[in-house]
């Protein structure tokens, strides 16, 4: 009797289980896969309106002359644009987090901008958010039109300012955009009046160093193509002082300690920066934004009152 009563259990049990799997309790969430990548990603008037975003914002396109396709981005202008005639206003690029790629990945940052705008938190600026290419800000010519860097360096900002009334422009993004800043930065100071590179992933870009371009065992890049190389590069030019920077990061983000690493990097080559350090807040440009938006944008305002313009 023991034995039949043990059994009938142990098929109680099976079924139980089998009974929660179909229902979809007490299964393991599937990972949501990444949208396939593509070089245009426009919202429709009925989404943006959805998201609450600004009337401001706008999806446009260009043609790339490099890989002969549309490339998206959004725009933020401010309403003054249209009012202003041909007054120039200074403008913002910020460079999405994550891979691959899309222009729509940060746009509900522009709600943060509108309202500094209304709000006289700051001058009336163009924003845009670009497209980084099926590698996020890497030229990656592995991948068929993996040159993001380039298209966005090369490509569009011309583009932006043959179209629109452009005066003086910075340059920030967050996550891997952050990572992209920070190489840009570096790269081609003269085209910025400051520099914000965000929650950036210097530990991933540490490991590029150490291991002749690896970021992993499928992905590799070019030699020296990396924040802590280029930074060495950067600290023997000339003008290294006079570039504005200022690290942006949480302290519950999990890049915090590398971002004080990096800081700890720049100060022993020389290379003047601030650092703007959100307390619990986690790895969120959002979150950093609600919390300290006003003075990240200020950083910028700042300068383009500071500077010559380029």
Same mark, same amino acid.
């Given at each position: 009797?023991?034995?039949?009563?043990?059994?009938?259990?142990?098929?109680?049990?099976?079924?139980?289980?089998?009974?929660?799997?179909?229902?979809?309790?007490?299964?393991?969430?599937?990972?949501?896969?990444?949208? *396939?990548?593509?070089?245009?990603? *426009?919202?429709?008037?009925?989404?943006?309106?959805?998201?609450?975003?600004?009337?401001?914002?706008?999806?446009?396109?260009?043609?790339? *002359?490099?890989?002969?396709?549309?490339?998206?981005?959004?725009?933020?202008?401010?309403?003054?644009?249209?009012?202003?005639?041909?007054?120039?206003?200074?403008?913002?690029?910020?460079?999405?987090?994550?891979?691959?790629?899309?222009?729509?990945?940060?746009?509900?940052?522009?709600?943060?901008?509108?309202?500094?705008?209304?709000?006289?938190?700051?001058?009336?600026?163009?924003?845009?958010?670009?497209?980084?290419?099926?590698?996020?800000?890497?030229?990656?010519?592995?991948?068929?039109?993996?040159?993001?860097?380039?298209?966005?360096?090369?490509?569009?900002?011309?583009?932006?300012?043959?179209?629109?009334?452009?005066?003086?422009?910075?340059?920030?993004?967050?996550?891997?955009?952050?990572?992209?800043?920070?190489?840009?930065?570096?790269?081609?100071?003269?085209?910025?009046?400051?520099?914000? *590179?965000?929650?950036?992933?210097?530990?991933?870009?540490?490991?590029?160093?150490?291991?002749?371009?690896?970021?992993?065992?499928?992905?590799?890049?070019?030699?020296?193509?990396?924040?802590?190389?280029?930074?060495?590069?950067?600290?023997?030019?000339?003008?290294?002082?006079?570039?504005?920077?200022?690290?942006?990061?949480?302290?519950?983000?999990?890049?915090?300690?590398?971002?004080?690493?990096?800081?700890?990097?720049?100060?022993?080559?020389?290379?003047?920066?601030?650092?703007?350090?959100?307390?619990?807040?986690?790895?969120?440009?959002?979150?950093?934004?609600?919390?300290?938006?006003?003075?990240?944008?200020?950083?910028?305002?700042?300068?383009?009152?500071?500077?010559?313009?380029?």
């Amino acid at each position: 009797m023991r034995k039949i009563h043990l059994f009938t259990t142990l098929i109680l049990l099976i079924f139980t289980g089998s009974a929660i799997a179909q229902t979809g309790k007490g299964k393991s969430k599937a990972k949501k896969k990444p949208e *396939p990548f593509a070089w245009s990603n *426009p919202l429709s008037g009925e989404q943006l309106a959805k998201y609450s975003l600004p009337e401001g914002l706008s999806h446009q396109t260009f043609t790339s *002359p490099s890989i002969g396709t549309e490339v998206g981005y959004f725009i933020y202008l401010p309403e003054t644009y249209k009012e202003s005639g041909d007054t120039k206003l200074n403008l913002v690029f910020h460079l999405h987090g994550g891979r691959p790629g899309s222009e729509r990945k940060s746009i509900k940052l522009s709600k943060y901008v509108d309202a500094a705008i209304k709000a006289k938190t700051i001058e009336p600026t163009i924003y845009v958010w670009p497209n980084g290419g099926p590698m996020s800000w890497y030229n990656y010519p592995q991948i068929e039109n993996g040159h993001g860097e380039d298209v966005f360096v090369k490509e569009l900002i011309p583009h932006i300012q043959n179209k629109y009334r452009v005066n003086k422009m910075a340059i920030e993004g967050f996550s891997q955009g952050g990572r992209g800043t920070t190489r840009i930065m570096f790269q081609y100071p003269e085209l910025f009046v400051s520099a914000a *590179p965000g929650g950036s992933g210097y530990e991933p870009e540490k490991r590029i160093q150490e291991n002749d371009g690896a970021e992993s065992e499928k992905v590799k890049f070019a030699k020296g193509y990396n924040t802590w190389d280029l930074a060495d590069v950067y600290a023997k030019r000339d003008e290294k002082t006079k570039l504005p920077i200022i690290l942006w990061v949480g302290t519950k983000g999990f890049n915090y300690e590398f971002n004080l690493k990096f800081s700890k990097n720049l100060k022993s080559l020389g290379i003047p920066h601030e650092m703007l350090v959100v307390e619990g807040a986690d790895h969120s440009a959002a979150k950093i934004y609600e919390a300290k938006g006003d003075e990240l944008m200020q950083f910028h305002q700042k300068n383009f009152s500071g500077s010559k313009g380029h």
